[in-house]
């Protein structure tokens, strides 16, 4: 089973190292050769790190729902290649077939766990439900205060209440 045309997901591309140096992938049980990948240097790296800083606003700014739904689609293509990706992991590292047979299934549940945790999250880690709206739990109001505040901004303040949009 050998896999060519390896290349590193950057930014939406798949891409060869910039220097265009790649790297033998080799199974240590029999000295096959798995396959070769892109070998990344710095300017990968950087290439990396900018893609990730321009991403990080809409991951932020992604609700709970939006973000679940993508750690969800996650586990649902590792389940699909499940079979597959256990025999990638098994002739790259060697581990014995009764371990790696454990740990896909390990994997899509913990990925499941935190699609789970990203829409049960409190306080200002949650984010917001509801695009462009920032929610009483955020700013920290109960709903009596939300109510109050309501109330008080309609008589004079240009702060909006708690549960208003942003």
Sequence with gaps: MTH?????????????????????????????LLASVPDAGPADVELAVTAAARAFPAWRDATPRERSERINALADAIAEHAEELGALELANVGKPLSVVR????????????????????????????LPGRTTSSRLGCSTSSVATARRSATRSSSTPPCGSSR
């Design 4 to 32: 060519a045309g390896a290349r590193m997901l950057i930014d939406g591309e798949l891409l060869e190292a910039a220097e265009g140096r790649e790297r033998e992938i080799v199974n240590p049980a029999s000295g096959a």
């Design 102 to 129: 454990e740990e896909m299934p390990v994997t899509v549940d913990n990925l499941r766990f935190f699609a789970g945790a990203a829409r049960s999250l409190h306080g200002p880690t949650a984010g917001e439900y």
